[in-house]
Nanobody, 123 residues
Framework: VQLVESGGGLVQPGGSLRLSCAAS????????MSWVRQAPGKEREFVAK????????DYAASVKGRVTISRDNAKSTVYLQMNSLKPEDTAVYYC?????????????????WGQGTQVTVSS
């Protein structure tokens, strides 16, 4: 099983980034997919989750309206479009696979994790 994130980097406040997570080694379309972030010295924080077919989506209040999660089951890839980025969005962003959509925010129960991609928002 592999989840490989890409697309992170350094961006100025107000800028945008699009993260990608390519999955392999499991049946991608049968898993709900999430993005989780962890800032230095802080606990992992739920960012967004999308159901198997993309019908159900949830966002953390801290990012709602600024980020969009999407998936392409044909490409076994999940995306996170992030706009209007703020310095407080600086973190390592991980994608994760979950066998169930609910419970949404219980990141400790997610089954597979990627290695993470660094997002730094700074002028």
């Amino acid at each position: 099983v592999q989840l490989v994130e890409s697309g992170g980097g350094l961006v100025q406040p107000g800028g945008s980034l699009r993260l990608s997570c390519a999955a392999s080694g499991f049946t991608f379309s049968t898993y709900a997919m999430s993005w989780v972030r962890q800032a230095p010295g802080k606990e992992r924080e739920f960012v967004a989750k999308i159901s198997r077919a993309g019908v159900s989506i949830d966002y953390a209040a801290s990012v709602k309206g600024r980020v969009t999660i999407s998936r392409d089951n044909a490409k076994s890839t999940v995306y996170l479009q992030m706009n209007s980025l703020k310095p407080e969005d600086t973190a390592v962003y991980y994608c994760a696979a979950d066998t169930q959509y609910y419970p949404i925010y219980k990141v400790g129960s997610y089954e597979y994790w990627g290695q993470g991609t660094q997002v730094t928002v700074s002028s």
